[in-house]
């Protein structure tokens, strides 16, 4: 038996410069391998795989750097065309990409960053266990959001952890969900934030229809299950809005005509306004073309509450799969849905798992001002006063500032920037000048790091600039918007155009540049799959 191990060791050696061996170690599930394959590049840790933390890691270098992907998914989802998917013009997997992608050179680990020592330049790693249905009461329970699902699995059972290094670190976790603590909301509402929401939404959709058509179903049911509640002004409300809308009046028209006069598509929000990153004339093409179709717009409302069950019912169980809508200007209003966009908060790890640098990074960090004995000093991740960002300046370097203690009066509080450690996309905010969180702007952030460490020019003045590539909003019946950097505004037909030839390059990879529009081609013929599973 030694002498069959001792052969299997030698034969090891001896084939480990193969390429076949080579791919194996590339795609090791170890630590260990994953050193053995380092050899002489720089390792780039990424946390996270959504537009910032993808695009960053096909951008690098390979040659010069070896590219390592934590995150709980293992896929990258085209956030864009989310609402296509969630109404059946797209399927899910046209929205998807793989991290661990065919000769990308991209390793991958899936599970959460638990905790970072920047001295040590060591990560911990909590792994994803499996996971299994979950029950109560002899229920079968189903979180609202893949988000939702993950955090309630994780205080069942916590994954097991292991250790990271690191030679340069990029933190690209994204955000959550903004439920401003509305009671109700994070367990009721439907969120469109991954491709796993979409499937829930697409799947209550059609059960309301499914419902609505039982004979044994009340006209007064029937009304509150075919309201449908938008919560969320921007771009993606209103998307999502004129999606629902499109589906309901070409395609659920020609199978449930007696049910078309019973639906109700309300979008609610506490601005004045909806759409307010367009100029006034784009947004009013909006709401005059939603009020032609019959979608309301309930601007100036206030979301008190979201609670399972219509308004005065004792039984829950025969109300439909019904909630309670409950605004300070209407009162209670039973809505079969709600879709909930409303903004970001912050990922909990950048809140909590990186609110404590234990041991100033003596090797990597660079003081702005002279600080006697800094590394017995406290210090903590500068951040931005009101959404909690990382504070970073124009190359995405994040910085330190003393966790307490105030300055002598008239001087500055001194500052240290980490030179091997950046943040990107939503968690981070740039302190010359705030970019909104979108995923164009995650996007370019990505390429402009990517290019700017593979060039290995970091020292040079020239920080990363944002160039606006302009605003776009589709409004249903083949009708967008569409607002460009100067004024130049498009509407109508040819916006929607412009629209889908534009998510089109820039989807990512060429398998779904093809399906795409293949798709587009056989829901246009054949109507759009209303399956549900």
């Known amino acids: 038996m030694n002498s069959i191990l001792n052969t299997s060791a030698r034969n090891t050696r001896i084939f480990r410069g193969s390429p076949v061996v080579k791919g194996l170690l590339r795609r090791g599930v170890s630590t260990q391998e994953l050193d ?22 096909r951008e690098l270098d390979k ?44 390793e991958f680990f899936q599970g959460w960053a638990d ?34 699902a993950d955090q309630s699995f994780r205080v069942k059972k916590k994954g097991k ?15 959550y969900s903004q439920t401003f603590k509305t009671p109700g909301v994070r367990e ?75 639906i109700k598509i309300s979008i609610y929000d506490v601005a004045t306004k909806i759409l307010p990153m367009f100029d006034a004339s784009l947004a009013n093409y909006a709401i005059n073309l939603f009020k032609r179709d019959g979608i309301q717009i309930k601007t100036e409302h206030h979301i008190q509450s979201l609670q399972p069950g219509l308004p005065g019912s004792t039984d829950p169980d025969n109300d439909g799969g019904c909630f309670t809508l409950k605004t300070k200007e209407d009162g209670e209003v039973g809505v079969g849905m709600c879709v909930w ?74 500052e240290a920037t980490m030179q091997d450690v950046f943040a990107i996309g939503d968690v981070s905010v740039m302190e010359k000048a705030q970019l909104p969180a979108t995923a164009q702007v995650a996007n370019q952030e990505a390429k402009w790091l990517g290019k700017t460490l593979n060039k290995g020019n970091l020292s040079e003045k020239d920080g990363f600039n944002f160039k606006n590539l302009g605003v776009m909003t589709y409004l249903g ?35 779904n540049k093809l399906l795409i529009p293949i798709y587009w081609s056989i829901n246009w013929i054949f109507g759009r799959d209303i399956s549900r599973f």
């Open 341 to 414: 966009s409303t903004g970001l908060m912050m990922n909990p790890f950048v809140q909590s798992a990186l609110d404590d640098v234990h041991t100033y990074p003596t090797t990597s960090a660079t003081l702005s001002t002279e600080v006697a004995s800094p590394s017995s000093k406290q210090w903590s991740l500068k951040r931005h006063p009101r959404s909690g960002g990382l504070l970073v300046d124009d190359h995405f370097r994040v910085k330190l500032i003393p966790r307490s203690g105030s300055p002598p009066e008239g001087s500055s509080v001194p």
């Open 161 to 175: 952890v292991f250790e990271l290094n690191y030679d340069k670190l990029v933190i690209a976790v994204g955000c």
């Open 63 to 106: 040659k010069k750097f070896q590219t390592v992907v934590v995150s709980p998914r293992s896929y990258f989802v085209f956030t864009p065309l989310l609402a296509s998917t969630a109404v059946g013009t797209l399927e899910f997997r046209n929205t998807l990409e793989s991290v661990r992608a065919r000769g990308k050179g991209v």
């Open 477 to 511: 019946n083949m009708k967008a918007i569409m607002q460009a950097e100067g004024g130049t505004e498009v509407k109508g037909r040819m916006a929607w155009l412009i629209w889908r030839g534009a998510y089109l390059t820039q989807t990512v990879s060429w398998r």
């Open 36 to 57: 053995a394959s380092k050899g002489d590049r720089e390792r780039v840790v990424i946390l996270g795989s959504g537009w910032s933390g993808f695009v960053l890691s």
């Open 188 to 262: 009721n509402a439907f969120f469109l934030k991954d491709v796993g929401d979409a499937r829930k939404i697409r799947k209550r959709i059609l059960e309301c229809f499914e419902t609505a058509s039982c004979p044994t179903t009340s006209e007064k049911l029937r009304d509150q299950l075919l309201n449908f509640a938008v919560v969320g002004g921007g771009p993606t409300g209103v998307e999502f809005a004129a999606e629902l809308f499109d589906l309901c009046h070409e395609d659920l028209k020609k199978l449930y005509p007696n049910l078309i006069p019973h």
């Open 115 to 148: 905790d970072v020592n920047f001295n040590q330049k060591k990560i911990q790693v909590e792994e994803i266990t499996a996971r299994r249905p979950l029950h109560v009461s002899g229920k079968a329970y189903e979180a609202s959001s893949i988000t939702e």
